[in-house]
């Protein structure tokens, strides 16, 4: 079975642009959570969603947004990038109220 | 504000040598503590532990966790250079509603040299 997928891998902006992510899911998982890793820094929880809904907010600007499909893909937004949203952002999938959460390569992005 | 704070920050051992990663946390509504291994890119899931699930071992890996003085430790015995890797300690609340959400701490980097 195909694991969390994420696209693009990598990515390069400049600053005040704006960027959309994307994630699937593991075949049958309708959670998706979506974390920022900075540089020798553990992952930080940005959003969790679950049948299209947003279920959890992690302490980021309005400037980060998602959304949900009904294939359960997840697509994360980020307006006016600065130099500080330079990082790896995850994308995780799990069965709804249950662990562990799968996690997919990640999208690599810099601002320049 | 849940925290999780891992010791040491890095650690460079030789093949064949035995290691011990510590983790401790505060947490609200703690549900479980969760070990990843992360190489390059995805973490990847070693180890669930929770109040009904306090040691875990699969081959050469185990964990502990100590509910009383809210911490675990991951071990690795007899090291081999794959085992080089960032290990990520979690936690995970109890669902509130349907959030789900992982604080991590950041990371303990691990070398093992020939």
């Known amino acids: 079975d195909a694991g969390v997928t994420q696209s693009p891998t990598h990515l390069i902006k400049t600053r005040g642009q704006q960027v959309t992510l994307r994630c699937s899911p593991i075949?049958?998982?309708?959670?998706v959570s979506w974390y920022q890793q900075v540089l020798g820094q553990g992952p930080q929880f940005i959003f969790q969603?679950?049948?299209?809904?947003?279920?959890g907010r992690g302490n980021f600007p309005d400037r980060f947004s998602a959304r949900q499909f009904p294939n359960y893909s997840s697509e994360l937004n980020v307006n006016a990038l600065l130099l500080g949203d330079s990082a790896l952002y995850l994308c995780?999938?799990?069965?709804?109220?249950?662990?562990?959460?799968?996690f997919g390569d990640g999208t690599r992005l810099s601002i320049l | 504000e849940d925290k999780v704070v891992q010791s040491p920050l890095s650690l460079v051992v030789h093949e064949g040598d035995t290691v011990t990663l510590n983790c401790s946390y505060e947490?609200?509504?703690?549900?479980?503590l969760l070990w990843y291994k992360q190489e390059k890119k995805a973490p990847t899931f070693l180890f669930m532990l929770?109040?009904?699930?306090i040691e875990k071992k699969s081959g050469r890996l185990s964990s502990i966790l100590d509910k009383k003085e809210l911490s675990s430790i991951l071990n690795i015995t007899a090291t081999q250079t794959g085992d080089s890797a960032i290990y990520l300690c979690a936690v995970a609340p109890i669902n509130t509603g349907t959030a789900s959400k992982l604080t991590f701490g950041t990371g303990t980097r691990l070398q093992v040299t020939l």
């Open positions: 995780a999938s799990s069965l709804q109220g249950h662990w562990p959460q799968h």
């Open positions: 929770t109040s009904s699930g």
């Open positions: 075949s049958g998982h309708k959670s």
């Open positions: 969603y679950y049948e299209k809904e947003e279920r």
């Open positions: 947490v609200t509504n703690f549900r479980s």
